[in-house]
């Protein structure tokens, strides 16, 4: 699969940006879908998304715990394998109300227009 360069329209640059503002919040979004698409092999980590990225899994797993969903459309459309962890971290968040599974379509959705 082949990941688009496309850049962001300016609209999306706009509200990354100001979500960037805010604590970095979109910024700290991005982290783990970078990190669940450099396990694919399509993308590489900054050093700062990195460090960002492990100092994410420190706090309560909470990069991680993001980055899954994210693996799991990625494995979906083939993109990628997921690790034994993952697929059960995968199912036991599916669990609550699917919380992954919900996490995971709009990602999936996203990389089904890629192809």
């Known amino acids: 699969m082949a990941i688009s360069n496309k850049p962001l329209t300016a ?9 960037c503002i805010a604590l970095g919040a979109t ?5 783990p879908v ?12 900054t050093s700062a998304e990195s460090f960002w990225y492990v100092l994410g899994c420190i706090a309560f797993g909470a990069s991680y715990f993001q980055k899954v ?3 799991k459309a990625l494995s979906d459309v083939n993109a ?6 993952e697929s059960f971290w995968y ?6 109300a699917f919380q992954m599974y919900m996490l995971k379509v709009p990602v999936k959705k996203a990389l089904t227009e890629l192809i």
């Open 11 to 19: 609209a999306e640059s706009f509200w990354y940006v100001l979500g």
């Open 27 to 31: 910024y700290f979004q991005k982290v």
């Open 34 to 45: 970078k990190k669940a698409l450099q396990d694919a092999g399509l993308a590489r980590m």
């Open 69 to 71: 969903p994210v693996k």
């Open 80 to 85: 990628v394998n997921m690790t034994s962890a």
């Open 91 to 96: 199912l036991l968040g599916c669990i609550p």
